[in-house]
């Protein structure tokens, strides 16, 4: 069965660049979601997007914007990285079935990111 | 708010031995969703098992069993027979209903190590 995908699999970046990580949700999802794994911690999440539109916003720092495409896919964008955003960032992606239930949330492989 | 406890930051077996992830969560609604996924050292989250709040029964999947108590607020995680492939990183995850936000919150996660 197809699972999300994630690119790049790995990023290496320096303090202030910027990066963008990209999410191919499971053909027919139409629920994104992007969680932040710190180091040793617990996955948090960050925001979502259901049919298109932002749906919910977690701790995600001004620095960051994310949109979800009309073919479902959802890029992040991190500006000014700081070397605090190393972390593994997970896409997970889920039928909204909207919005009435909550389907179990799949998760891509992440990607991590380090920052120098 | 959500919140998920898992007390057991690390267990460590032998491997045949049976081991019980414990999971305690707060949560003021009355329609919400359980999970635990695993996190083997290759770093992807992997989906375990979804419950929502009016199904308590529990579940047994091969060696893997939950234990779903409301009047608790647990939702525990035993694997019989542990194997050394059964080591990894698990998390017990909450997920409310209402308010149209679909996030997971994440307990810290409990480490399993099964020694051969």
């Known amino acids: 069965a197809a699972g999300v995908i994630q690119s790049p699999r790995h990023l290496i970046k320096e303090k202030r660049e910027t990066a963008t990580l990209k999410c191919y949700p499971i053909p027919r999802h139409d629920t994104v979601y992007w969680y932040q794994q710190g180091p040793g911690q617990d996955p948090q999440f960050l925001i979502s997007f259901y049919e298109k539109m932002q749906s919910d916003k977690g701790s995600i720092p001004d620095r960051f914007s994310a949109q979800q495409f009309s073919d479902y896919h959802s890029e992040l964008n991190m500006s000014s990285l700081e070397l605090g955003d190393s972390a593994l960032y997970f896409c997970a992606s889920s039928d909204g079935q909207g919005g009435f239930q909550q389907d179990t949330q799949y998760f891509g492989p992440g990607t991590r990111l380090t920052v120098l | ?116």
Do not use: H, M
């Open chain 2, 1 to 116: 708010a959500q919140k998920v406890t898992q007390a057991q930051t690390e267990i460590s077996v032998v491997e045949k031995e049976d081991v019980t992830l414990d999971c305690v969560y707060e949560t003021r609604d009355t329609t919400y969703y359980l999970f635990w996924y695993k996190q083997p050292p290759s770093g992807e989250l992997v989906f375990l098992i979804r419950r929502n709040s009016f199904d308590e029964q529990n579940e047994i999947s091969g060696r893997y069993s939950w234990n779903f108590q409301k009047s608790t607020s647990s939702f525990n995680f035993t694997i019989t027979a542990s194997q050394v492939v059964d080591s990894a990183v698990y998390f017990c995850a909450l997920s409310e209903a209402q308010g149209g936000s679909e996030k997971l919150v994440f307990g810290k996660g409990t480490k399993l190590t099964v020694n051969p």
